[in-house]
T-cell receptor, first 111, second 116 residues
């Protein structure tokens, strides 16, 4: 079946550090891949997406590339800010199936 | 336009009482999901609607939980005989074409349920 695996958190970084949150998936066919973010006290919102292999999704300085050969969709940011502190969820969607979420990775950024 | 609306935003109930949670999805969205999120935890899938039918309700924790959707729009999640372990934030999400390739989910702000 379809599944998503994320690196466990929490991840603690200093401001301006480089961020990588790993996400790998298992799916048949050609899923679309997403990163969602949940800021403290807020609801989940879409951060970025990619719908086919080699697509790169980007938003707010975050990027993730859909790698079919490694079944991965790692989230990266070159220089994190305190305001990036949040929980990040990787997810996949396949036509006709429910969306599958990873367990979430909590990020703390220290000033 | 309006986003996904959930009501009530907060609900405190006594153990053993029934509660009903409501979700108004974005107009025209065919897929609707219910999730549960306990403090500091990830998303626990409960049920997924495509139109008015529920092709996947595998996440409902027990037969005390049920959900329905009418007119392809509003959904209600009912918890009977609530228990303290039911305390959590219940999230609703909708998407425009269900399992279509590039349809993200739009989440409501959730209902925080506290069972005393």
């Amino acid at each position: 079946g379809n599944s998503v695996t994320q690196m466990e958190g929490p991840v603690t970084l200093s401001e301006e550090a480089f961020l990588t949150i790993n996400c790998t998936y298992t799916a048949t066919g050609y899923p679309s891949l997403f990163w969602y973010v949940q800021y403290p006290g807020e609801g989940l919102q879409l951060l970025l997406k990619a719908t086919k292999a080699d697509d790169k999704g980007s938003n707010k300085g975050f990027e993730a590339t859909y790698r079919k050969e490694t079944t991965s969709f790692h989230l990266e940011k070159g220089s994190v800010q305190v305001s990036d502190s949040a929980v990040y969820f990787c997810a996949l969607t396949r036509r006709g199936f429910k969306t599958i979420f990873g367990a979430g990775t909590r990020l703390f950024v220290k000033a | 336009g309006a986003g996904v609306s959930q009501s009530p935003s907060n609900k405190v109930t006594e153990k053993g009482k029934d509660v009903e949670l409501r979700c108004d999805p974005i107009s025209g969205h065919t897929a609707l999901y219910w999730y549960r999120q306990s403090l500091g935890q990830g998303l626990e899938f409960l049920i997924y609607f495509q139109g008015n039918s529920a092709p996947d309700k595998s996440g409902l924790p027990s037969d005390r939980f049920s959900a329905e959707r009418t007119g392809g729009s509003v959904s209600t999640l009912t918890i009977q005989r609530t228990q303290q372990e039911d305390s959590a934030v219940y999230l609703c999400a909708s998407s425009s074409t269900g399992g279509a390739d590039n349809s993200p989910l739009h989440f409501g702000n959730g209902t925080r349920l506290t069972v005393t």
